[in-house]
């Protein structure tokens, strides 16, 4: 028993021996050592890509929506950027300080405000974010990774987890940037008076639908539907990922020009002029785009508003409702109160407003009847409400599109497609 203990003890002495050198040779380094290297090795990547890197930022409040930027990394902790968040940031060059650091993981920490900080400003009148959060970005990022051919770094922020990522850029990108381009025309395409909108590339016919607020483009035809976000570029616009139909892959549009005067847009697609004209009517009507806006508020038990009122040839808030003291906004309340009427509303010091029964057509056509009021009308707003009801019981009625994944939807006058409304779901 004796001899069978000693060689037990024997071979498990042996066994933690080979084990412990199995860990000097793996780990030959100190934990500090190990992410001073990795530290190095981003380090060295950032400041060593001649032309920069273009970033792409997608804040957690809006985590669809991509926010781009220019970055030129030095060694001495100082970066240059630009950014789209309008067209000065495009435009004007900033400089501010850089970290790397170990913080648990490796980190770049963006240490003195700059464009980035738009993004996450906590006063919401700077981003039109959340007071305290902003659009709940950040300006300290986890380095998550590096791609083997080392032209693209993923981030991820440390306090909001917002996502984002980093692309070398080329000779020609970063030139455009300090050479102080800036094509800013795309984003007159909500200048059209008409609503529906036309993409001629010589190659097919499609419907564009353009969300400014949420920076995203849909594209569609009988063949293809595609929806991506998009962001400014000093040529025009890029997508944040590839549209590919007809034998060719589209990565955004270039020197864009608006005509006012012939309601034309023309823009450059791989070097060729292509076009977008307006309609009143598209080319795919989405047959179930309304019922998916009324059940959706139907279903959560809410209501959905417009900030902007009621768009008329050209001009938001056409009936002026931003004239009464202490409005807010437009809404619209499904079975409000399980009424079987709908509540077509003002919010303002108090809310009032026309009640409506919504129909929808298999054709993808809604049409509304009036059965009165909600709540007294003010006798300031007696014309205002009237303006309501005459609008929204057009016999034609209305089309609606969903303009994104967030629950915002377009509600189009079928008549002449020149009256519309912009619905978000509160």
């Known amino acids: 028993m004796r001899t069978n203990l000693y060689l037990y003890i024997f071979l498990t002495t042996l066994f933690f021996a080979a084990c412990k050198k199995d860990d000097d040779n793996v780990f030959k380094q100190s934990p500090d050592e190990r992410i001073n290297e990795v530290l190095s090795t981003y380090s060295t990547a ?6 920069g890197w273009k970033g792409l930022v997608y804040p957690s ?4 929506v991509p926010f781009s930027f220019y970055f030129s ?12 968040w ?13 970290r790397l650091k170990a913080l648990q993981q490796p980190c770049l920490l963006f240490d003195t405000y700059n464009y980035i900080h738009i993004l996450c400003d906590p006063d919401a009148g700077v981003n039109g974010g959340y007071y305290g959060g902003g659009l709940l970005s950040d300006f300290e990022f986890i380095l998550d990774g590096i791609s083997s051919n080392g032209d693209t770094i993923k981030l991820t922020g440390r306090q909001h987890s917002s996502k984002a990522v980093l692309v070398k850029a ?14 800013w025309d795309f984003e007159k395409v909500s200048r059209f008076l008409t609503y529906f909108k036309k993409l001629h590339t010589g190659k097919g016919d499609y419907d564009i639908y353009v969300n400014p607020s949420f920076k995203s483009i849909k594209i569609v035809n009988a063949n293809v539907k595609f929806s991506a976000g998009y962001y400014f570029t000093p040529n025009g616009v890029a997508f944040d990922k590839p549209f590919t139909d007809a034998g060719e892959t589209i990565n955004g549009f270039e020197d864009a020009t608006w005509s006012e005067e012939n309601q034309l847009m023309t823009l450059k697609v791989n070097d060729r002029t292509v076009t977008i004209t307006s309609d009143k009517k598209p080319y795919i009507v989405d047959s179930t785009a309304g019922t998916r806006w009324y059940n959706t508020a139907l279903n959560a038990a809410n209501y959905y508003y417009a900030d902007r009122g009621i768009h008329v040839d050209g001009q938001d808030d056409y009936y002026n409702f931003k004239s009464i003291s202490g409005f807010e906004y437009l809404f619209y309340y499904p079975n409000f109160q399980s009424s079987g009427y709908d509540f077509n509303g003002l919010m303002e010091n108090s809310y009032y407003g026309p009640a409506f029964k919504a ?11 009036y059965g009165g009021t909600f709540y007294t009308i003010p006798d300031y707003s007696n014309t205002t409400i009237s303006n309501i009801v005459t609008k929204i019981t057009e016999s034609t009625g209305y089309y609606f599109v969903q303009t994104s994944d967030n629950n915002t939807y377009d509600m189009v006058n079928v008549k002449d497609a020149r009256s519309w409304i912009s619905w978000q779901l509160f």
């Open 359 to 369: 129909r929808f057509s298999t054709a993808g056509i809604a049409t509304f009847t």
């Open 46 to 51: 950032l400041t060593s890509a001649e032309y």
């Open 170 to 183: 080329t000779s020609k990108e970063a030139q455009d940037y300090y050479d102080r381009k800036r094509n």
């Open 86 to 98: 309008d067209s000065a940031t495009l435009s004007v060059m900033q400089e501010s300080s850089y």
């Open 73 to 84: 990394f030095d060694t001495a902790n100082r970066v240059q950027m630009y950014s789209d």
């Open 61 to 64: 409040a809006i985590s669809k």
